[in-house]
């Protein structure tokens, strides 16, 4: 049982039940920002500014809300399976609810990086970030995480993690932005696939997908009872 590896792939909706909004089901805009123009390189060319309020306000709500039911239950599942969550989130909720093996495919909050280079990270906990804060190498400071048209770094090991799986669970996530949406097609064949989500998968089918068409809370919990049940 321990060798049976479950991989998780969540989204802005595994928070929402902690009161962290979700990007599309607020029509694109987020807490009165345009996304576009507070992630992307061209919003923080324009502005820096508005940008660095953008992501201080998230970093200071990302500290102050609490892992939900959903958090929790991922990780206690780490009691009886191997488990690995992929996460497009950018608070860090699902290790606060304990879970240990976890990637960040657009970055964490809790990070801050040289605008010259990126490999040049910091940890900064739940502090703003103002211009004029320097990293080592003197050039500015700028949020840890991916805006629009930047790479993704973390996707390759977030392939590799989902080409392992035994069992698949996706969570609170539209799977609407590459290449995130891609990783459900590096899984080996004919393994089980579930989706979590209120709401109907917009752009792919579900055949070989059990969906639990509820909120993360609820649906996580029922579905993690499943699994402990079929495999103990
Ligand atoms: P979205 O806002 O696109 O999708 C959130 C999903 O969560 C939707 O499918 C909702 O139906 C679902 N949802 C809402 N409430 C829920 C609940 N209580 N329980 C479970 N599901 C719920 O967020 P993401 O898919 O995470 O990227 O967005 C992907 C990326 O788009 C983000 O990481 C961000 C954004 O642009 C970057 O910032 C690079």
Redesign the pocket.
């Known amino acids: 049982m321990p060798d049976t590896k479950i991989v998780v792939i969540s989204?802005?909706?595994?928070s929402?039940?902690s009161g962290l909004a979700?990007?599309?089901?607020s029509g694109g805009l987020w807490e009165g920002y345009n996304?576009e123009d507070v992630?992307s390189p061209q919003g923080w060319q324009e502005n820096p500014r508005k940008v660095l309020e953008f992501y201080n306000l998230r970093r200071k709500k990302a500290a102050e809300v609490q892992p939900n039911e959903a958090h929790k239950a991922l990780a206690d599942l780490e009691d009886d399976f191997e488990v690995v969550i992929v996460t497009?989130?950018v608070d860090d909720l699902h290790e606060r609810a304990g879970s240990t093996d976890v990637i960040h495919l657009?970055g964490e909050l809790r990070k801050a990086r040289s605008v010259k280079d990126e490999a040049l990270v910091t940890d900064i906990g739940s502090d703003p970030i103002h211009l004029g804060d320097l990293a080592e190498d003197g050039s500015q400071l700028r949020p840890h995480?991916?805006?629009?048209g930047e790479m993704v770094p973390m996707i390759e090991f977030g392939a590799k993690e989902v080409s392992e799986a035994d069992i698949l669970i996706v969570?609170?996530?539209?799977?609407?932005?590459y290449p995130?949406a891609g990783l459900i097609e590096y899984t080996k064949p004919n393994i089980p696939k579930y989706i979590?989500?209120?709401?109907e998968p917009q752009l792919f089918n579900l055949d070989g997908w059990v969906h639990y068409k509820e909120?993360?809370g609820s649906g996580v919990k029922k579905l993690i009872k499943k699994l402990k049940k079929e495999h103990s």
């Open positions: 989204g802005a909706g595994i929402a039940e979700t990007f599309r089901d996304i992630a497009q989130n657009h995480v991916v805006w629009f969570v609170g996530t539209s799977l609407v932005v995130a979590i989500d209120p709401a909120k993360a």
